[in-house]
């Protein structure tokens, strides 16, 4: 099962999470995430509930340059391995 997320649906201050979806297929699934969890993941602190939506987007936009800089890590690291390989290391 490949999850890919989805949006973000609003801010529960009652609650303290951030509501937001995955997708799976054709499958949406209503997900959440805490605000505490969101500061520590991000090392900010003193996020106001007006802002939790443009931090949360600011998240998905970082979970796509890391997910580039993995793939290309991974393609590097490939190169690497073949190179001492094939020098018998």
Known sequence: ?????GGFRRYDEDRGVVL????????????????AAMDDL???????P??????FLESK?????RAQRTKE???MMKGVNRFYRERGR
């Open 1 to 5: 099962m490949t999850l890919v997320r």
């Open 73 to 75: 890590l991974r393609k």
């Open 42 to 48: 991000d090392g900010k602190t003193g996020i106001k």
């Open 61 to 65: 936009q970082d979970d796509a340059l």
């Open 20 to 35: 937001f979806t995955m997708t799976n297929a054709a499958d949406e699934v209503t997900c959440a995430i805490s605000s």
């Open 50 to 55: 007006s802002q939790r939506e443009e931090q």
